[in-house]
């Protein structure tokens, strides 16, 4: 896949809410994973897909996704970004709210080797 | 201005070749600027307006400029997207190059405070 296919498959799947088959069908086995920031003690980054997936369904088991809206992709060379904004809530504290970040990913023999986070923390 | 306000802003003076009017317009005093890569003993990392401005003016000093094309912005609150395909000479060796590249800028306080360049080396 061309990294074009690719960032329209991540945004059709993406918007859909289907965050772990876009992960199962787009990401390397080498995937770095970078936050804008981390809980004290932890890394910003997650390497390998044992630990993306595994950082992937701690987050789709603490939240409730009540929207998300994809915009993108924007595409240049072997690099694309898209952007998120997510009406959430964070199940352990039942605390509902907005995020917007922008997300950009680095394709790679057709698949996802690189993503990193920028939002506000 | 808002987030959408820079990012409309930087995209039609750059779309116009105009790279250095958006930095003095939009670029504030403490930018931070990351490159993809770095020439060997130098940093990715520019701090401040006088290094930023300095490696723009080495920039424009030594590329001819044949065409930009500025797609974007992707706005999500403080930070949006943008991607640069140009056509260019590098003057020095009068070699001629197309390259492709997804730029990444934070704003606050209506200004751009952080930008990084995604391509490959």
Known sequence: MTTQEVA???VN???KGQFEEAMKAL???GIVSVEA???PGQSRESKGIDAVRAKGEWWVANHDV???KVEGPLVAGSHFAVTFK???TFKPEKRRFTMEEVALYKVAD???VYEEFFYNM
């Open 27 to 29: 990401y390397s086995p």
């Open 37 to 39: 920031g981390a809980p």
């Open 86 to 88: 997510l009406d959430i």
């Open 8 to 10: 329209d498959k991540l």
């Open 13 to 15: 799947l993406c918007s």
């Open 66 to 68: 009540h929207s998300v």
């Open 110 to 112: 057709g698949q996802i």
